[in-house]
């Protein structure tokens, strides 16, 4: 009976996984996050000849094109991190779907069957593929929850760019003279 449900649970892991990636790839899972926009400076400041309209336009397409490049970044992290989890997830699978083929029961409470009761009295080439799987599960694990990580570091990076390019537009639109508006570009070409 242990054995039946460790075949068929490694199978239904398959499942999940292809469900899974399905989803992601074609359904709600693997929707972008909203990306960060910042509004264009407009003609309320137009500038000088000490400070032309040109330089301000440039210091802050620069600053949203820095923004958009953190924010495409944390959705590359975002989509290395499924795959990896994916990774890790299969290779517990395969690992489950052989502890049941070679009759392997597993341990009471055990989440996963142990590498050692899988292994014994199989070739050694059977117990490297199956400790290298295991290995290959642990790493990808870790892997993954770090790579998912920095994607929100990213992000959070990213609409704090956001937020510091927002109020620097205000503070362009509001600006009085050119000094006042060099000032504030100077604030924009740091926002990183």
């Known amino acids: 009976m242990i054995l039946h449900v460790l075949k068929s649970g ?12 399905g989803l992601t790839l074609f359904g709600p899972l693997g929707e972008r996050r909203v990306a960060p ?4 400076v407009g003609s309320a400041f137009e500038g000088n000849v000490q400070l032309p309209r ?9 600053g949203a094109n820095r923004m958009n490049a953190k924010y495409e970044r944390s959705e590359t992290y975002k989509t ?6 994916w990774v890790s997830f299969l ?20 989440s996963q069957p142990d590498v ?5 009295g199989r070739s050694a080439g059977f117990a490297r593929t199956v400790g290298l799987l295991a290995a290959l599960a642990a790493v990808s694990t870790g892997a993954g929850a770090r790579v998912k ?6 992000y959070k990076k990213a609409t704090e760019m956001r937020d510091s390019l927002t109020g620097l537009r205000k503070n362009i639109l509001e ?3 050119a000094a006042s508006a060099r000032a504030v570009l100077d604030a924009v070409a740091a926002v990183r």
Do not use: H
Request: some cysteine; aromatic content about 8%.
């Open 149 to 154: 990580t920095y994607s929100e570091e990213s």
């Open 175 to 177: 600006a009085k003279d």
């Open 80 to 85: 290395s991190s499924e795959v990896i989890d």
């Open 37 to 40: 926009r910042v509004l264009p």
């Open 54 to 62: 040109e330089d301000i336009d440039r210091e802050f397409t620069a």
């Open 116 to 120: 050692k009761a899988i292994t014994a």
């Open 10 to 21: 490694g199978v239904l892991l398959c499942i999940v996984l292809a469900v899974w990636i």
């Open 91 to 110: 290779c517990t699978a395969l690992i489950t779907v052989l502890a049941g083929y070679f009759g392997v029961q597993a341990q009471s409470g055990a």
